[in-house]
């Protein structure tokens, strides 16, 4: 998905930049940068490749050469950025974080005024690059940010670097989170509300949907106030935040905790587990949850090793990203043997991974694996955001259990027969994918009780990949 991070100071930012940044390495793993700008030396920025090496190693050079009172930084899943750009707006540079569907659209109307744009490797356009340029489409800098906010179809979030201060938009429908922090000599933006913690921030306030701000070391300007029509993603508790992270006032490791109660209530006296147990990292909070509220004990059939296997060590290719995957968990035969397993994982995808780690389980002597996901089946492919840009609908394990149960592709009457929990459409999808992942039994999380979890209005959060509904 990406992350970003900004700071403005009236002394050097850049030891803030770097580590503010770096805490946000779980949400990217292909390319990072940062972008400063001091008033002697003007800009300077660096990009490199992440995809064999954290952050903090790739930019140790940058974190003791780099200066300046201003500065953006960001962690990406593809782009590389932070862009920088001269126009008649003056030079700036530019972080997104989102996703733009209608990039091809963009680009042609664009493309008449004789602009041209580069391609990435892949034959795609750098969509930092595109918000750069519809940004330019405007005579005036606010106005362009406003402008790219609101012809997105998709969502996207914005840090704009330049002389005068870094700006800081959210996307026109909240779908990712914008917090600002306060200290006595400067301010920050960030993606994740815990990223500035550690660094003598405190909170200052998280952007409505379409609020666009300006950051100076002596304060913080709302040039375009927010709205309160928002859908936040609802994957960032269940899975892609981080545990310390809050959005919305609602903590990530609360909320999960909730998760796995709800589960736990759901199945009061229906399965008899030996212990709990999650899939590390993002199942773990949930194990806790079920295991609080059930009584059945905790323990860690598998740990996961990190120290020389960062998230940024994850390839493009999904069958390699399995593979790594699986060789990161490290079984305790001790704490499988004979034992009946209850599995909690936040979601199942395509379900390869899943079905290889309770293959291993069983093959290391485990009596039963009951399987828990966090979150509902999913049916859709995200529209919104780029964490499943590699995961198309046909690739759903559900999408292709219905497709066998039903023989070929179904309609959406029929698509919403399936997504209903109380129907015997669903529990013929259930039981088929539990069947094909060799799992004792199958519950998922329920829609209804997810969004319980969340506890905020539910017309304010995002279910699109679990019901279809915009």
């Not at 200066?67 to 590389?80: N, P, Q, R, T, V």
């Not at 001269?86 to 989102?98: C, E, I, L, P, Y």
């Not at 026109?172 to 989170?177: E, H």
Request: glycine residues 8%.
């Amino acid at each position: 998905m990406g992350g970003f991070f900004g700071a403005v100071s009236k002394d050097d930012c850049v030891f803030d930049l770097f580590f503010g940044v770096d805490y946000h390495s779980h949400l990217g793993t292909r390319r990072a940068g940062l972008a400063v700008y001091d008033p002697e030396n003007g800009f300077d920025k660096a990009i490199h490749n992440i995809e064999n090496a954290p952050f903090r190693t790739k930019f140790t050079k940058e974190s003791n050469a780099m200066h300046g009172k201003l500065g953006i930084g960001c962690i990406s899943d593809f782009e590389a950025q932070p862009i920088l750009v001269r126009s008649h707006h003056g030079t700036f540079a530019v972080a997104t974080v989102g996703k733009v569907n209608n990039i091809n659209e963009i680009v042609s109307e664009i493309i008449k005024n004789n602009t041209h744009f580069f391609e990435m490797q892949n034959g795609e356009i750098n969509q930092t690059e595109l918000i750069a340029s519809i940004i330019n489409q405007k005579e005036n800098f606010i106005d362009g940010i406003r402008y790219a906010l609101d012809i997105v179809d998709g969502s996207i979030s914005i840090l704009a670097l330049t002389p005068q201060g870094v700006y800081a938009a959210r996307d026109k429908m909240g779908r990712t989170p914008v917090v600002l922090g306060k200290k006595d000599n400067g301010y920050c933006a960030s993606f994740e509300s815990f990223a500035y913690l550690n660094l003598g921030y405190s909170p200052y306030k998280e952007l409505k949907p379409g609020e666009i701000v300006v950051m100076t070391p002596d304060g913080v300007k709302t040039l375009v106030t927010g709205g309160d029509n928002m859908k936040i993603c609802t994957f960032l508790w269940i899975y892609y935040g981080y545990p310390s992270s809050s959005y919305e006032g609602i903590s990530v490791e609360t909320m999960r905790y909730k998760c796995g109660r709800a589960l736990a209530k759901r199945d009061k006296g229906t399965v008899h587990p030996d212990v709990v147990a999650g899939v590390p990292d993002s199942g773990v909070a949930h194990a806790i949850g079920y295991s609080n509220e059930s009584g059945i004990p905790y323990t860690r059939p598998f740990i996961k090793y990190t120290p020389t296997w960062p998230r940024s060590f994850m390839p493009t290719i999904q069958s390699k990203r399995d593979l790594i995957a699986k060789m990161k968990l490290i079984p305790i035969k001790d704490l499988i043997e004979g034992k009946s397993l209850l599995m909690i994982d936040d979601s199942i995808v395509r379900g390869t991974q899943l079905r290889e780690t309770t293959e291993y389980l069983f093959a290391s002597g485990a009596k039963e694996v009951h399987i828990r996901p966090a979150c509902p089946p999913l049916f859709f492919g995200c529209k919104y955001l780029n964490f499943s840009r590699s995961t198309s609908e046909m690739e759903l394990i559900t999408r292709r259990v219905i497709r066998e149960l039903e023989g070929g592709d179904v309609s959406d009457e029929v698509l919403q027969e399936y997504i209903n929990p109380d129907s015997e459409k669903y529990a013929a999808m259930n039981e088929k994918i539990r069947q094909q992942l060799n799992f004792t039994t199958l519950r998922y999380h329920r829609l209804d009780d997810m969004i319980e979890s969340v506890g905020i209005d539910p017309d304010k959060l995002c279910t699109y990949c679990w019901d279809g509904r915009e």
